[in-house]
Each structure stands twice: as structure tokens, then as C-alpha cells.
């Protein structure tokens, strides 16, 4: 009995060094850190923050966008005008008759906006598209 009651008294007091082991090392690392890791080096002199750490933050710019413009032409049945709206651009029927119907008598509309790359695919999706089923309808893109 008297090895069971003495073994979990070293436990605690284990961890209670590990704890002060680890704030002495804490405290032997922190101005070497801040020091630039010399040895010796006043942590309070000249040149030094009195130990402050800086953090850097950067910022990421976000992309360009692109418009993507359908253009009229006198031979595209606007009812294909209209599926590939639907189809490429996840838009409703209201919404791809409204802008065929801008197209149709503006000559242009934008469709969406959108990163670089995404706008590609979407004007090549759609001019394949319109080559495979014989219109002449064109899209194309332009940094908004």
C-alpha cells in the first residue's frame, strides 16, 4: 500500500516540473528569437523592439474579372439564343429571353462577369456550341 500512495505523489510533482521546464525554456528562447538568435545580445539595447514580435500580414489581390458579351447576328435563331444562355450561363427563360432580346436590339449584352479563366471556357463552350450546330453566334470577353 505504501508504494501506491507514494507513486501518484511523483506523478504530480512530474508535471509540475515539466510545466517549470517548459517556462525556463520558453524564457531562454523568447529573447534569443527576438535578438535575431545571438548570443549574448542585450535584448533591451539599441535596435531591438524590447522584445516584441511583428507579424507580417499580406494580402492577396483578387483576380481581374471579364465581361462575356453574346453579339447579334441576322442568322442565330433566338431560341437557340436562348438555350445557350440556359445551358453555359445557368440562367432562367426569363432571364435568357431578357437578354436575347438585348442583344437582339442593342447588338450586344453581357452575359456575367467573371475570372479569366472561367470566362474562356465559357465563350469556348459556347462558339463550340453554335460552330456544332452550324450558327454563326459570337461571344466574346473583355476586361471589365
Avoid at 462577369?113 to 450558327?135: C, G
Wanted: charged share 20%; hydrophobic share 40%; aromatic share 8%.
Amino acid at each position: 500500500m505504501h508504494n501506491r500512495a507514494h507513486l501518484t505523489f511523483p506523478r504530480r510533482k512530474l508535471h509540475y516540473i515539466q510545466l517549470i521546464k517548459v517556462e525556463w525554456l520558453l524564457a531562454r528562447i523568447m529573447p534569443l528569437q527576438s535578438s535575431g538568435g545571438q548570443k549574448g545580445s542585450d535584448p533591451g539595447g539599441p535596435g531591438n523592439d524590447s522584445g516584441l514580435l511583428t507579424k507580417t500580414v499580406t494580402r492577396t489581390q483578387r483576380p481581374p474579372l471579364y465581361k462575356v458579351m453574346l453579339l447579334n447576328d441576322d442568322f442565330t435563331p433566338m431560341e437557340f439564343v436562348v438555350h445557350v444562355l440556359e445551358r453555359f450561363f445557368g440562367l432562367n427563360h426569363s432571364q435568357s429571353f431578357e437578354i436575347m432580346l438585348t442583344v437582339h436590339k442593342k447588338g450586344l449584352a453581357v452575359v456575367g462577369v467573371f475570372s479569366a479563366e472561367i470566362a474562356e471556357t465559357k465563350v469556348a463552350q459556347v462558339m463550340d456550341f453554335a460552330r456544332r450546330h452550324q450558327h454563326p453566334l459570337q461571344c466574346t470577353m473583355e476586361k471589365e
